[in-house]
Every structure is written in structure tokens, then in C-alpha cells.
T-cell receptor, first 117, second 114 residues
């Protein structure tokens, strides 16, 4: 069965410091991996994705993520955190199990990122 | 371009009542889906559709029905509301294909069942 784990419910970072939000996954075959961000009382917004190719992917707002196949991880990173980065972050996976699997994402539990000035 | 629009934003139901959560998208997306968000559990897929006339069950379909008569609309029906269905519901859409394209989410419907 497919699954995604975000081992930290909350991550606290000082503004200007680097941040990492962790994600590990379990899926048969090669995955499609995504990060989304949710601000209060809003829907999720797409940040970045890994489909194939370079293991380091760059996304919106200065975020990047590194795909590590051997560790089945896809950690989200940013070199210098901003207070405005404070939000709920979700990792998600979709297995490459054929056509017409769009819309079927498996989400992690979410990690609350708090960036203090 | 409104994106994905969900109505209502808030709803309170009594146990046993039925209602329909509306979802519409104006991006001509083939794929649409419904998720529920509960604290500590992330988002779980309820039902999804790959095109008009085609729907399938997700991870937690019990107690919910869907239909997709047009590309734009994907309503979610609660047949007989239960307190366990208290949650925040999100509708999402994406273009078709191999599933590499990101989902676009609505702003959610917060449902309370008493």
C-alpha cells in the first residue's frame, strides 16, 4: 500500500535560518512526489514536484526539495526562512500505476512550520 | 478565471440530514476529486473523476455519493450526515494525462455535524 510519512508535526525555525521539512514515502515502483502549502482558511497551493530527472527540484517562493530514492525521502528545504513561510506543509505521492490516475494523491499528515522573527 | 469554487464555505447539519457540497472549476480540467482534511490525518481521498460520466471511489467513500454530469461540476452528496463526517472538505482539479500535473484546490467547506 502507498503511504507518506511526515515525522514532525511541527518545525520551529528562526527567521534567516535554513529550514527542512521531512517526508518519506512508500510506493511500489517510481513515484511522482509533490509538496503543497496551506495557509489558514485556504486550500492547498502547489509548491513543487519531482517527476523524473535531476534529484534536486526547485519550486515557488525559494523552496527546493531533494529526491533520494535509496532513502525513499523527499525533504523540503529553504536556505533562509521567512516569517511569511509559516504555514502547514503537505507532502504527497502518486504511484505511476497507469493512465487516469490523476487526482489520486496520497498525502502525509502535514507539518506545521513556524518561523519566528 | 475563478479556478476551483466551493460552496458553501460553512455548514452545520444535524445527524441524519442530507446535503450537497458544490464544486465547480472553470479551467476545463478533466480530473476532479474530493478530499477531507482532519487534524493529524492529512487529506484523504473520498471520490474522484477522470472525466464527465466517470467516477470512482477513493480511500474513504462510505457515506458519500458523487456524480459528474459535466466537465465543470463535481458535487459531493452526504446521504445521512453523521458526526464522524465533521471535517473540512476540499475539491481539487487538474488537467488529464499521466498524473504529473499539480492539483488546484478550492478554499474548502467546513462542515459540522451535531
Amino acid at each position: 500500500a502507498q503511504s507518506v510519512a511526515q515525522p514532525e508535526d511541527q518545525v520551529n525555525v528562526a527567521e534567516g535560518n535554513p529550514l527542512t521539512v521531512k517526508c518519506t514515502y512508500s510506493v511500489s515502483g517510481n513515484p511522482y512526489l509533490f509538496w503543497y502549502v496551506q495557509y489558514p482558511n485556504r486550500g492547498l497551493q502547489f509548491l513543487l514536484k519531482y517527476i523524473t530527472g535531476d534529484n534536486l527540484v526547485k519550486g515557488s517562493y525559494g523552496f527546493e526539495a531533494e529526491f533520494n530514492k535509496s532513502q525513499t525521502s523527499f525533504h523540503l528545504k529553504k536556505p533562509s526562512a521567512l516569517v511569511s513561510d509559516s504555514a502547514l506543509y503537505f507532502c504527497a505521492v502518486r504511484a505511476r500505476e497507469g493512465y487516469n490516475q490523476g487526482g489520486k494523491l496520497i498525502f502525509g499528515q502535514g507539518t506545521e512550520l513556524s518561523v519566528k522573527p | 478565471n475563478a479556478g476551483v469554487t466551493q460552496t458553501p464555505k460553512f455548514q452545520v447539519l444535524k445527524t441524519g440530514q442530507s446535503m450537497t457540497l458544490q464544486c465547480a472549476q472553470d479551467m476545463n480540467h478533466e480530473y476532479m476529486s474530493w478530499y477531507r482534511q482532519d487534524p493529524g490525518m492529512g487529506l484523504r481521498l473520498i471520490h474522484y473523476s477522470v472525466g464527465a460520466g466517470i467516477t470512482d471511489q477513493g480511500e474513504v467513500p462510505n457515506g458519500y455519493n458523487v456524480s459528474r454530469s459535466t466537465t465543470e461540476d463535481f458535487p459531493l452528496r452526504l446521504l445521512s450526515a453523521a458526526p464522524s463526517q465533521t471535517s473540512v472538505y476540499f475539491c481539487a482539479s487538474s488537467r488529464g494525462g499521466q498524473g504529473t500535473l499539480p492539483l488546484h484546490f478550492g478554499n474548502g467547506t467546513r462542515l459540522t455535524v451535531t
